[in-house]
């Protein structure tokens, strides 16, 4: 006689499916699942359902690992990944909301992105970078695609020629473990230097066969060569993360939360959430900056 296993297996199980379909790697995955089950553990010690688990039944678990001796840190990471089991269960439907939000502990320092940069000053960035030799324009092309569509690092890597659709002013950002797939607009004052890179200036600089748009040996090399140049436009200019999460913050002002997540490529909202938490505390240090109270 075939015996079904034990509620909780099932739910492990079905979570280690969600983790791998949101591209979490093997590691992370296995972290997640661990630091869940001991959750679950001690919410089956205080005789509460997972499902019926409230915001302070969650307030308790915290506490619970205080007198453990875990620091802000470890308990923040634990709570990272008891929300990634309540999401799974909400997006079963089992739970309406994740009782894990909205917890924020003290003494853990957050990484901020601010102070961002305005749409405006972004698109100075990009109209007054000089691009005289092949190397500035082939920069110039890259630093585009930061300041109006956002792209990461890693994702100017990955990016092929076949991923720019000229004629349809349109790019494919590929998906990968950290973003997913998505298609993005282009500007119009961008379509022309792609096009005079992509027929002039990529065949004169690769070296070798490659789909490549961006071939070269190190990414850096652009970097390196971007930053100092842009620092002079504008001294605000930190690095490249920082202006990526300028244009975010531009389509929050614009964009439903979900689109903007989809434009961004986070594959959990709560990671768009943060860019707006992000613009609120931008905003509160320049009223406590130019309007100081007291």
Same mark, same amino acid.
């Given at each position: 006689?075939?015996?079904?296993?034990?509620?909780?297996? #099932?739910?492990?199980?079905?979570?280690?499916?969600?983790?791998?379909?949101?591209?979490?790697?093997?590691?992370?995955?296995?972290?997640?699942?661990?630091?869940?089950?001991?959750?679950?553990?001690?919410?089956?010690?205080?005789?509460?359902?997972?499902?019926?688990?409230?915001?302070?039944?969650?307030?308790?678990?915290?506490?619970?690992?205080?007198? &453990?001796? !875990?620091?802000?840190?470890?308990?923040?990471?634990?709570?990272?990944?008891?929300?990634?089991? *309540?999401?799974?269960?909400?997006?079963?439907?089992?739970?309406?909301?994740?009782?894990?939000?909205?917890?924020?502990? @003290?003494?853990?320092? @957050?990484?901020?992105?601010?102070?961002?940069? =305005?749409?405006?000053?972004?698109?100075?960035?990009?109209? !007054?970078?000089?691009?005289?030799?092949?190397?500035?324009?082939?920069? @110039?092309?890259?630093?585009?695609?930061?300041?109006?569509?956002?792209?990461?690092?890693?994702?100017?890597?990955?990016?092929?020629?076949?991923?720019?659709?000229?004629? $349809?002013?349109?790019?494919?950002?590929?998906?990968?473990?950290?973003?997913? =797939?998505?298609?993005?607009?282009?500007?119009?004052?961008?379509?022309?230097?792609? *096009?005079?890179?992509?027929?002039?200036?990529?065949? $004169?600089?690769?070296?070798?066969?490659?789909?490549?748009?961006?071939?070269? @040996?190190?990414?850096?090399?652009?970097?390196?060569?971007?930053?100092?140049?842009? #620092?002079?436009? !504008?001294?605000?200019?930190?690095?490249? &993360?920082?202006?990526?999460?300028?244009?975010?913050?531009?389509?929050?002002?614009? *964009?439903?939360?979900? =689109?903007? &997540? *989809?434009?961004?490529?986070?594959?959990?909202?709560?990671?768009?959430?943060?860019?707006?938490?992000?613009?609120?505390?931008?905003?509160? =240090?320049?009223? !406590? #900056?130019?309007?100081?109270?007291?």
């Amino acid at each position: 006689m075939k015996t079904s296993k034990p509620k909780h297996q #099932r739910r492990n199980k079905n979570k280690n499916s969600y983790l791998k379909s949101k591209g979490c790697s093997h590691t992370s995955n296995k972290s997640y699942t661990r630091q869940s089950a001991d959750y679950q553990k001690w919410i089956k010690i205080q005789d509460i359902e997972p499902e019926q688990a409230t915001h302070r039944d969650l307030l308790a678990y915290v506490k619970h690992c205080q007198h &453990q001796g !875990n620091t802000q840190r470890t308990i923040q990471t634990k709570l990272g990944s008891i929300s990634h089991y *309540y999401d799974h269960l909400r997006e079963q439907e089992q739970i309406i909301t994740n009782p894990v939000k909205g917890i924020e502990l @003290r003494g853990v320092k @957050r990484n901020t992105l601010h102070p961002t940069l =305005e749409p405006h000053q972004l698109h100075q960035l990009y109209q !007054n970078y000089q691009a005289i030799t092949r190397n500035q324009k082939r920069n @110039r092309v890259a630093l585009g695609l930061v300041v109006y569509q956002g792209l990461k690092t890693a994702e100017l890597i990955r990016l092929a020629v076949q991923d720019l659709h000229i004629r $349809a002013g349109e790019m494919t950002v590929q998906g990968s473990r950290k973003g997913n =797939e998505r298609k993005l607009k282009l500007e119009s004052h961008q379509i022309f230097d792609l *096009y005079d890179y992509l027929q002039k200036i990529r065949p $004169a600089l690769i070296q070798r066969d490659s789909q490549r748009l961006f071939v070269v @040996r190190r990414f850096a090399v652009i970097t390196r060569a971007e930053l100092p140049q842009v #620092r002079k436009i !504008n001294p605000q200019v930190k690095n490249l &993360q920082q202006l990526r999460a300028s244009v975010i913050t531009k389509w929050l002002k614009r *964009y439903n939360l979900r =689109e903007v &997540q *989809y434009r961004a490529g986070h594959r959990y909202v709560s990671s768009t959430e943060k860019y707006k938490q992000n613009d609120l505390e931008g905003l509160q =240090e320049e009223i !406590n #900056r130019f309007h100081p109270l007291g």
